[in-house]
């Protein structure tokens, strides 16, 4: 079996040397999850174990240890070409749709132009040059989205800037650009193991509300049961003041590898809004505008093409065209339709983020505004505060090297503290 990616990350992160609390930490893992994780990667990366006298485990790992990986699983060989072969190919998706846009309009008003000279082949030249210049030009006016000058004219006018160009633009305008809280549940508990860090390893239940959701009414009970989900994770300890108030002290996530200075975090968990698109205004209102040119378009070729006797005097373009018609309508009335449809979706979603937002903000705001009686329950949780950093020093074994020469090692370390001892106690 694979090591976890997100182990491994976070073995890189923290300079590959860890302990179980360092990795749950920084990753937001479950703490069993991460001990069997740094366990399997050890195992299969040629990493080591280091065991301090208090019995705390530090793993080190070899820089290169995703080489060794990679050399030994094809699953991750796999992984790294697979990802390679997305990136191109979502690319060339996420074009096509501006692609198929451009395409699609291109051949609809060829097709019009065609129809349109035809039936007019009979009329008198002059009469024919008016009514095409007020019939069919009228629409290309349109096209002047497409004109080199375009952008240039509304250049000036462009409150912000985009990195997409248009074809880009296009899926952006059509789709979106991802759940912008994809990795909302990771974050949520990277920022709590964050915050129990902050405090040594001992918290009350207001100090990690502000990063919970779905308390309700459940954080003016006295058990505190939203609690649990966080003692689980992180193997929590509850414990009792002599004032009958609960705080909380997380043994495993108070030992590091390292000297680490407090992380800095938002005084609550904050959900990112949707966001209608990241082109610019000026490539929003283009790819609009294409798309009523494509929509109106359709319509009215399919008005020129309901009888058929177009496509069977024409032929050709005309014919081909007609066979698949219906997807032409059906793309530009998609075209407009997502984007409205999507639009009243993200004011909708919005709402709910900025409620949650507003709820744990309210409760970030009783922990900064804290009373009497919270303050003397932090006060309590403090004395169970401890850091432990686990240097070389430290250590009485290693998995680097031979238990025998250890054990000598360890030995010779004692004497020679004892002699330092005993020469001090002469002196004196």
Same mark, same amino acid.
């Given at each position: ?51 301090? =006298? ?25 992984? =790294? ?23 699609? %309009?291109?051949?609809?008003?060829? /097709? ?21 210049? =007020? ?81 309700? =009414? ?13 003692? /689980? ?24 590898? /390292? ?24 490539? %929003?209102?283009?790819?609009?505008? #294409? ?7 359709? #319509? ?66 009783? #922990? ?61």
């Amino acid at each position: 079996m694979a090591p976890n990616p997100a182990i491994m990350q976070a073995v890189e992160r923290l300079g590959y040397r860890v302990t179980v609390g360092d990795v749950a930490t920084q990753a937001g893992l479950n703490v069993e999850i991460a001990n069997q994780g740094l366990l399997a990667l050890a195992s299969e990366a040629g990493g080591h174990m280091q065991v301090a =006298e208090s019995g705390d485990i530090v793993y080190q790992f070899p820089r290169n240890f995703r080489d060794v990986l990679r050399n030994k699983y094809l699953r991750l060989q796999l992984q =790294e070409w697979w990802k390679k072969v997305w990136k191109v190919l979502f690319y060339l998706i996420r074009i096509s749709f501006g692609i198929f846009l451009i395409v699609s %309009i291109a051949l609809i008003y060829i /097709t019009i132009l065609i129809i349109i000279m035809s039936a007019s082949s009979d009329r008198d030249s002059s009469d024919r040059g008016s009514d095409f210049g =007020e019939g069919f030009f009228y629409f290309p006016n349109f096209f002047w989205y497409l004109s080199p000058n375009y952008d240039t004219y509304y250049q000036e006018r462009r409150r912000e800037k985009s990195e997409l160009n248009f074809l880009e633009a296009v899926f952006s305008f059509l789709f979106g650009d991802g759940n912008p809280n994809a990795n909302l549940e990771e974050r949520r508990w990277q920022e709590i193991a964050a915050v129990i860090r902050n405090n040594k390893g001992a918290v009350v239940a207001e100090q990690i509300s502000p990063y919970l959701d779905d308390i309700g =009414e459940k954080y003016q009970q006295e058990y505190e049961d939203y609690m649990l989900p966080v003692l /689980t994770r992180f193997h929590g300890q509850p414990t009792v003041s002599p004032q009958g108030q609960i705080v909380y002290y997380f043994p495993e996530l108070q030992v590091s590898a /390292t000297k680490k200075r407090s992380r800095s975090l938002k005084p609550y968990l904050e959900e990112f809004p949707w966001r209608f698109s990241a082109a610019s205004s000026g490539q %929003i209102l283009l790819s609009a505008g #294409l798309g009523v040119v494509n929509f109106v378009g359709a #319509l009215i070729l399919g008005s020129l093409l309901r009888d058929g006797t177009a496509a069977a005097a024409l032929g050709g373009l005309v014919a081909f065209v007609q066979g698949f018609y219906w997807l032409l309508l059906g793309y530009g009335t998609g075209f407009l339709a997502l984007p409205l449809g999507r639009y009243f979706w993200i004011q909708w979603r919005n709402r709910k983020i900025a409620e949650r937002n507003r709820q744990r903000q309210a409760r970030a705001r009783v #922990l900064a505004n804290a009373d009497t009686q919270l303050l003397q329950k932090i006060a309590y949780a403090q004395q169970f505060a401890a850091e432990k950093v686990i240097g070389k020093e430290d250590l009485v074994y290693s998995t680097e090297a031979d238990l025998l020469e250890q054990e000598v090692e360890r030995s010779a370390q004692i004497d020679a503290e004892w002699q330092r001892r005993l020469q001090e106690g002469s002196r004196e």
